[in-house]
């Protein structure tokens, strides 16, 4: 009888070997996964400590609470209440939406050309005058108010929601001109180079080639502008002296008092749900452009 050549069989034996009832593969797929539970845990307890303040506001917002418009059973008076205070909430809603959106539209675009020209161009004094700007930061915020009250009346723009957003822009200048100057910094000058060489001319090359590869520092820029003038309280304070043209916070710390100086709670609450809703929303579509625009420096050279 013909012997015959029986094929070995190697890898059948080693796979056996790996998958072997009471190996170490099995211990080791299970390491990552108990490593990564105490951070997890970590991330979670995280999560609940400052998730449950606003759970907590929007819940009594809606609930029963003595001393308030929201008495008896859940429901929306206290944000009924907060409707119809004084002017109406869509007065101050609307004050407060066109003073931030101002302050991003001027920042962003101060901020882009000045980020531009810090970061490409070269001319005496430029490191001087960048910490110039960035010495704003140092000065205390509320003792430049009473100057610059002085300053809006004298040109006409005193008790004016221009007149805020003036002034919440020259606040926001210092970190978005930083933010910019970073981002148009970590682009690779060959991008520009190639771009003239190929015939753009030096706003052409910024508008199709620079402007796409630091939107996410333009769009840091403008979510914390944006932020920063919509929750602001002290500037509409010390510069409006109208009612009707005060913004929402203002608006909500009149409320919290009006009868007889007891704290309306339910209402308070409401207020502060409604501010805070604006805020979250935006964070959460940006946050990925959020942090891309943070890191945009981070790896340079």
Same mark, same amino acid.
């Given at each position: 009888?013909?012997?015959?050549?029986?094929?070995?069989?190697?890898?059948?034996?080693?796979?056996?070997?790996?998958?072997?009832?009471?190996?170490?593969?099995?211990?080791?797929?299970?390491?990552?996964?108990?490593?990564?539970?105490?951070?997890?845990?970590?991330?979670?307890?995280?999560?609940?400590?400052?998730?449950?303040?606003?759970?907590?506001?929007?819940?009594?917002?809606?609930?029963?609470?003595?001393?308030?418009?929201?008495?008896?059973?859940?429901?929306?008076?206290?944000?009924?209440?907060?409707?119809?205070?004084?002017?109406?909430?869509?007065?101050?809603?609307?004050?407060?939406?066109?003073?931030?959106?101002?302050?991003?539209?001027?920042?962003?675009?101060?901020?882009?050309?000045?980020?531009?020209?810090?970061?490409?161009?070269?001319?005496?004094?430029?490191?001087?005058?960048?910490?110039?700007?960035?010495?704003?930061?140092?000065?205390?915020?509320?003792?430049?108010?009473?100057?610059?009250? $002085?300053? !809006?009346? *004298? =040109?006409?723009?005193?008790?004016?929601? /221009? +007149?805020?957003?003036?002034? #919440? @822009?020259?606040?926001?200048?210092?970190?978005?001109?930083?933010?910019?100057?970073?981002?148009?910094?970590?682009?690779?000058?060959?991008?520009?180079?190639?771009?003239?060489?190929?015939?753009?001319?030096?706003?052409?090359?910024?508008?199709? $080639?620079? !402007?796409? *590869? =630091?939107?996410?520092?333009?769009?840091? /820029? +403008?979510?914390?502008?944006? #932020? @920063?003038?919509?929750?602001?309280?002290?500037?509409?304070?010390?510069?409006?002296?109208?009612?009707?043209?005060?913004?929402?916070?203002?608006?909500?710390?009149?409320?919290?008092?009006?009868?007889?100086?007891?704290?309306?709670?339910?209402?308070?609450?409401?207020?502060? =749900?409604?501010?805070?809703?604006?805020?979250?929303?935006?964070?959460?579509? #940006?946050?990925?452009?959020?942090?891309?625009?943070?890191?945009?420096?981070?790896?340079?050279?």
């Amino acid at each position: 009888m013909a012997l015959t050549d029986t094929p070995a069989r190697p890898a059948t034996l080693s796979t056996r070997a790996i998958v072997a009832p009471g190996s170490n593969g099995r211990h080791r797929a299970r390491g990552p996964v108990l490593w990564g539970l105490p951070s997890k845990i970590f991330t979670g307890a995280l999560a609940i400590i400052f998730l449950y303040p606003l759970v907590w506001t929007g819940v009594a917002s809606v609930s029963p609470q003595a001393g308030t418009s929201q008495n008896e059973g859940w429901g929306f008076g206290n944000y009924v209440t907060l409707a119809n205070f004084q002017s109406g909430i869509w007065v101050y809603l609307g004050n407060s939406l066109f003073v931030s959106l101002l302050t991003v539209v001027l920042t962003l675009t101060v901020s882009f050309f000045g980020g531009y020209a810090f970061a490409r161009f070269q001319f005496p004094g430029k490191n001087l005058l960048f910490l110039l700007v960035l010495a704003i930061l140092m000065v205390p915020y509320a003792t430049l108010l009473i100057p610059l009250y $002085v300053i !809006l009346t *004298a =040109v006409g723009l005193q008790n004016s929601l /221009v +007149g805020v957003a003036l002034v #919440l @822009t020259m606040f926001q200048l210092p970190f978005s001109m930083f933010m910019m100057r970073i981002s148009f910094e970590s682009v690779p000058r060959e991008l520009d180079e190639a771009a003239l060489v190929d015939g753009c001319t030096s706003f052409g090359a910024l508008r199709r $080639v620079l !402007l796409p *590869a =630091v939107k996410p520092g333009l769009i840091t /820029v +403008g979510l914390f502008a944006f #932020l @920063t003038a919509w929750n602001d309280f002290i500037a509409p304070l010390i510069l409006i002296n109208d009612t009707s043209r005060i913004t929402l916070p203002l608006a909500v710390a009149n409320l919290r008092g009006q009868t007889m100086g007891v704290i309306d709670y339910g209402v308070t609450e409401a207020g502060v =749900v409604v501010l805070a809703l604006p805020c979250i929303v935006l964070f959460l579509i #940006l946050q990925r452009h959020y942090v891309r625009g943070f890191m945009s420096g981070a790896f340079k050279g």
